[in-house]
């Protein structure tokens, strides 16, 4: 199973940085891993996670 999330307008690389770390974090807590990430050009950022193999198997 797939999720993407979309990180909201950030124009800063740094602050850009902070919340795709912190998402990524949120997100491995729930069973999903990180296996791509794009920032727009409109200063976004799409982040696509996977279920893990380990959780995939417990459902």
Do not use: H, W
Not at 15 to 28: G, V
Not at 50 to 59: F, G, H, L, V
């Amino acid at each position: 199973m797939y999720k993407t999330v979309v990180i909201p307008y950030t124009p800063e690389a740094k602050e850009m940085a902070a919340k795709i770390e912190a998402e990524a974090n949120r997100m491995e807590q729930t069973g999903f891993a990180l296996v791509s990430c794009t920032v727009t050009p409109a200063a976004k950022g799409i982040l696509v996670f996977r279920k893990t193999a380990e959780d995939r198997a417990k459902a």
